[in-house]
């Protein structure tokens, strides 16, 4: 996993005093010295460096998305496609929630959009890696999951979902739709505000580090 995400803030430079104090030149090259050694190696950004992470980033998230929902659709077992996507410390972590669908008989259908998608902190190391830590609004209500044995909703319930409350079809409609949502062990998601870290040795290479709901300010 990535070092502490607190090392990431930046720290503002404190302005003390009116004045510059009169210093040795000894005193002066110690002081330059010691500030060196406390930045480390010079890095510097390319100009373009915090759009070409929006980019990046954005792009993976989608490619992500796409794979996780035809990984579930099929039951879970074939998470191999999601391999190049993550980290392989984060892959342990998608292996699992996969696992659940399998242990569980569950599949999926729909999918799951992303959207308003920012760039948090973008950051080079010490080691030249790069991390960017995004937020963005993940979209699952239009994904099902399931029992594998279920049938697919039908037309009805596809065409108002999830905004039943402008709902303009007759009784048989609603009693359809109300019918196959009621199926025990059915669920579907919801749009939620996520935080996702990406690192890569350049900022053409990003895969996932991380991912989990953020409990800030952030609307979607």
Do not use: N
């Amino acid at each position: 996993m990535l070092s502490p995400r607190a090392a990431l803030v930046l720290i503002p430079l404190l302005l003390v005093g009116c004045e510059t104090p009169t210093a040795e030149p000894e005193e002066v090259g110690r002081g330059e010295l010691a500030a060196k050694l406390e930045r480390g190696p010079e890095r510097s950004l390319p100009a373009d460096f915090y759009d070409v992470a929006l980019e990046e980033a954005s792009a993976v998230l989608e490619s992500y998305l796409r794979a996780t929902d035809e990984i579930t659709s099929g039951g879970g077992t074939q998470w191999q496609a999601i391999g190049s996507l993550v980290s392989q410390e984060w892959l342990r972590e998608e292996q699992s929630g996969f696992g659940y669908f399998g242990s569980e008989g569950l599949r999926s259908i729909g999918d799951t959009t992303v959207d308003s998608v920012i760039v948090q902190s973008a950051h080079i190391t010490q080691d030249q890696q790069v991390e960017v830590g995004i937020l963005a609004c993940v979209d699952g209500t239009g994904l099902f999951v399931l029992p594998a044995e279920y049938a697919d909703p039908p037309d009805v319930v596809w065409q108002w979902h999830p905004a039943y409350e402008d709902f303009e079809g007759d009784d048989q409609d609603w009693r359809s739709l109300e019918a196959y949502l009621a199926q025990p062990g059915l669920t579907w998601g919801e749009e939620r505000a996520v935080q996702a870290w990406l690192v890569g040795e350049d900022v053409g290479s990003l895969v996932i580090d991380s991912w989990e709901q953020w409990w800030g300010v952030y609307e979607c």
